[in-house]
């Protein structure tokens, strides 16, 4: 069964850091590029970082470039994202997305909530 399963997610003070893990089952991440998403209250998910399938290449949304680090360990089938400097209009609820765009192959993971509040 292909599975991502997300965790780490919970409350933390504004400041502090969460490090969100996405542990892939049923399939190899090494082919795909892996995104994490994010989606807050009300609002739209979002692409907010993204890593290519080898780790050689990331990219960020400006609302968290500089605070945020993707990485991906593959011999673990696992991403991550650490996150660092929280706000709370970091509260959201946190996704993470394989994609093999050359044989239009997509998985999503089930999301967890992190809430920054004091």
């Known amino acids: 069964q292909v599975q991502l399963v997300e965790s780490g997610g919970g409350l933390v003070q504004p400041g502090g850091s969460l490090r969100l893990s996405c542990a892939a089952s049923g399939f190899t991440i090494s082919s795909y590029a892996m995104r994490w998403y994010r989606q807050a209250p009300g609002k739209e998910r979002e692409l907010i970082a993204a890593i290519t399938s080898g780790g050689g290449f990331t990219n960020y949304a400006d609302s968290v470039k500089g605070r945020f680090t993707i990485s991906r360990d593959n011999a673990e089938n696992t991403v991550y994202l650490q996150m660092n400097t929280l706000k709370p209009e970091d509260t959201a609820v946190y996704y993470c997305?394989?994609?093999?765009?050359?044989?239009?192959?997509?998985?999503w993971g089930q999301g967890t909530q992190v809430t920054v509040s004091s």
């Open positions: 997305k394989a994609v093999w765009v050359a044989v239009r192959r997509e998985y």
